[in-house]
Nanobody, 123 residues
């Protein structure tokens, strides 16, 4: 079992930056692929970014060039650095983990989920 706790969300202005963190506890973390998803009101959950155990990353087109996903396996933590935030980035952001090492942009491929952290970007 893996427990995930997100932090770092908040209310910011367009153009600002935020760094979201996700701390994992429980079983081995370093071998898990990790992902960030988001869900805005009235919309379906969508993939933001994902990272494999070795550091291979995936980014959704909507955040490519503005976000950087990294992991520190010594701290069981993944970080999502988001720059040049836009109002359309407003959503609840969820951290998720897979039991396997390969990344995926599909939410149903993930086995464990955090409780989410709210990101609100004002124009």
């Amino acid at each position: 079992q893996v427990q995930l706790v997100e932090s770092g969300g908040g209310l910011v202005r367009a153009g600002d930056s935020l760094r979201l963190s996700c701390v994992a506890s429980g079983r081995t973390f370093s071998s898990n692929a990790m992902g960030w998803f988001r869900q805005a009101p009235g919309k379906e959950r969508e993939s933001v970014a994902a990272i494999s155990w070795s550091g291979t990353t995936y980014y959704a087109d909507s955040v490519k060039g503005r976000c950087t996903l990294s992991r520190d396996n010594t701290k069981n933590t993944v970080y999502l650095q988001m720059n040049s935030l836009k109002p359309e980035d407003t959503a609840v952001y969820y951290c998720a983990a897979r039991r396997v090492i390969r990344i995926s942009s599909t939410d149903t491929d993930y086995d464990y989920w955090g409780q989410g952290t709210q990101v609100t970007v004002s124009s």
